[in-house]
DNA sequence: GATGAATGAGTTTTCATTCAT
DNA sequence: TATGAATGAAAACTCATTCAT
């Protein structure tokens, strides 16, 4: 049991058990008694370092985000093409995402598993959405070339009405609408001019 | 006491009981002993209805989905016009996120409050975000009225990655991601064309 | 394992074991596993009695104040003399710290701060004892200028009673009692001459 | 950070912290780090001058009461007439009550069970008062017939000072203490006559 | 002497779930 | 059907004490 180890590693093998496991079993599902364990020290050291389980997800979350935020600067930095920039910027979401480390699930999902019937069940939803753009394309009003992938993320997108989901400079919610609905139409390749 | 009510009845109060409560002091905060003190009554009832809290939480989450699923078809089938439709559909999504008893945030994000920590970190990948729409927008490239708004809505909808958001019938990764930079750009208005 | 006792006998058999562990180990020692495995019953059954470890202690308070309260009055009661009145106050004082339930050292030593419980409950006992004095000098049988006052002193006095309070050289129970029932006489100004 | 203070002053340090602390908030809610802190060392070196943190509440224990007494005997000696002598000693036990530094409430309550020290340093301040009584029958003074046994119940009756122990209608202050330099006369037997 | 990082047993409290009635 | 008393596993968090440096 190697005693005294730098602050700063405890406090990264703390951060880092916390990490593995929210992302194997969920937060609600981890225990103090297991990140203590896995980072192979004991309860009271946690203490220590955060000042308790939120305090660690918030530690957790600062961490992520401002990774993404750093590597979408960088990404797009690195392309002079405008259009390639945006390529660039959904590249490194997705990369993201598909990494072994990926801590969206957890972080903008806390606690607890995601069950099968709340899969299922999104699958509604996106089905109404998806036919829009499927039948509108099918009635050559919409120029979209994948109407369920595209779907899936218009959908997504509106989670972004959500209060809790925008920091706190948030744009108004008249805004967020016309925003909106000028992204569905542009997605939808309804419009061929610039604006709504 | 009403002894033997019918058992319909018996489900829609216990679903009712715990969505006003889920919504007012969120999921984690609210036991059975509340639902069923609040749905008036006993807690061995509970278990005749559902198999657990979470097969109660399943079941708001499906009522949730298809009475958005069927608003959405309906809205968007009163009207004609292909783009309008898409208007509708916005609308229809951002009206349930309005209304009084949603359950969006406590049912796509389950357990506990959003922590300030979340939503302050939240604006670290948003800024990022927002500053390319607004600086690609400054250099004449890109097409877009609110950088700010559309960039809540384009990281909102990269949520859309997430294997536990969209339903069984996913699409491909590949597919995702080409749909999701084609939507990037349309929303950027940096491309005058149908496809990217 | 006796299911659904009458809540009544549940909630005796709880105070029962809190005040045999509470005299046996103290209460900082007892925890509530102590108290619940005494009482044979489950941990979460004791919080359908009691707030919490505080609440307990404040109702063995209440049940001991007000029993000694009781025996006080009814002492005093079957005496006619006044002087003897006084003795037969501190006789039942003295034997209820002789008794093998005598809780006076637990409660009223508690660690920490004391509770608003405590505080009220020892007006009970109290109110008994200066009565006593307070009827005394309104029949002209007792001298004393301030009988509340004077009460909370000869209260407060029998704590010598308690084994804890003396030095090791304490004198022995007789001569406690003797000279308590000498000062008690002597504090109302029932006696002209000297001694008892 | 002085190192290696005289070993007396360390001590004195610890033991002012945490006589400051058990004061403020009470023994229970006060913790080694709280006191260690306040003293400003170690925890470390809590243990090279302490045994234990209740062997700390001994030392401050008889610190306490050793003063006490030595005040006790002081202003005794400095009276020449017996009654005033008994005044005097209440006035001293009630003075040190009203000190911004009593520790009377922290110390004769401690939780749970009474420790070896505490009960052996009791003896000081009984041995004091129940010399007082003793040279003054010797003398002549007093008619008192067990003066231990009655030194025993004086002292016992002065925790009636202490604000938390009577009830909610406590005597003020004056009337307490005039009640008790009757009381402590007429125990001591120096007064024929009703009234001090 | 002096430090303070590390320990881990121990505490109170909660709550989903069961089951005798 | 319906009840609600009873369960007990588990969780978060504290803190007196130790000991390598």
Same mark, same amino acid.
């Given at each position: 049991m190697a005693r005294t180890k730098p602050a700063e590693q405890r406090r990264a093998d703390l951060l880092e058990a916390g990490r593995e496991l929210f992302l194997a079993h969920g937060v609600a599902a981890t225990s103090l008694d297991d990140i203590t364990r896995r980072a192979g020290v004991s309860k009271g050291l946690f203490y220590l370092y955060f000042r308790s389980k939120d305090d660690l997800l918030d530690a957790l979350h600062v961490q992520f985000s401002s990774r993404l935020a750093d590597r979408i600067r960088a990404a797009t930095g690195q392309v002079a093409d405008w259009p390639a920039k945006l390529d660039a910027c959904v590249t490194v979401i997705f990369d993201s995402y598909q990494e %072994? +480390? +990926?801590?969206h699930e957890v972080l903008f999902r806390r606690g607890g598993h995601v069950s099968a019937g709340h899969r299922a069940t999104h699958g509604l939803v996106l089905n109404a959405i998806s036919d829009l753009f499927a039948s509108g394309k099918a009635a050559g009003a919409f120029d979209v070339e994948d109407p369920a992938a595209t779907a899936v993320l218009c959908w997504a997108s509106?989670? @972004? *009405? +959500? %209060? @809790? *989901?925008? @920091?706190?400079a948030a744009p108004a919610d008249d805004r967020l609408v016309r925003a909106a609905q000028q992204l569905f139409r542009r997605a939808a390749g309804a419009e061929t001019s610039g604006s709504a």
């Open positions: %072994p +480390d +990926d801590l509106t989670h @972004g *009405f +959500d %209060p @809790g *989901f925008h @920091g706190q």
